[in-house]
C-alpha cells in the first residue's frame, strides 16, 4: 500500500519542525567562513531547472578555490570545455533560478548557495579563474540569496568518504558502458577515447 504525502500537514506530521538554529540558518550573503569554506571546496553541484520544470544537476570542479567570490553577495562558478551540450546553461536562459551545493572531500558538511545567475561570456574576473594558462569559455554567476551549511548525516549514513568502502570496479568502465550504448565503435576505439590520460588532456 502506498501513502503519499501531498500537504505541508502531513509532511510536518512524519518529519517534525525544525529546531530554531536549523529554521533560521539562512542567510543573503557569505560570511567570512563560508568564503573560506569556497576557495578549500575542488567541487559543486548546480541545479537548474527548464521552462517546463525538469530539473537537472550538473558537477563542477577545479582545482581547490575554483569559485570566484566577487563579493558576499555575488559568486562566480567558471566552465571548463566539455560535450557541449549546456543543459544547464540552456536551463538557465529559461529560468535563472539555481541551486548550487560545495563539497570539500573528507568533510560531512557541505555549503548550499541558491539564488539568481547569468550566464557571462567575459568580465573583468575571468583571468583569476584561469587554470594552466586557460581562462574559463563561460561562467555562471550567481547572486547570493540563500547560503546555509547542510550537516553531514548524508556523509555520514553513506561513509562517502571512506575509502576502504570505496568498489569502482564493481562497474563497467566508462569505456564499456559507451559501448553498451554506442554499437557502433570498436572496444579499442572506446578505450582510447575514455582513459583517464586522453580525458585529462582535454581538461582545459
Known sequence: MHREVTTVAELRRVVGEPDHYVANKVKDRLSAVQRDWLAHSPLGFVATTDAQGRVDVSPKGD??????????????????????????????????QVGSLFVIPGRGDTLRINGPARILA???YFDAMAVKGRRPLLALEVAVEEVFFHCSKAFLRSDAWKPETWNPTALPSVAQIAKALRYDWADAELEERYCEENI???LY
Open 200 to 202: 585529462r588532456r582535454a
Open 63 to 96: 582545482p581547490a578555490g575554483f569559485v570566484h567570490v566577487i563579493d558576499d553577495r555575488t559568486i562566480a562558478i567558471p566552465d571548463r570545455p566539455g560535450n557541449k551540450r549546456v543543459d544547464g546553461y540552456l536551463n538557465v536562459l529559461q529560468r535563472p
Open 122 to 124: 567575459d568580465a573583468d
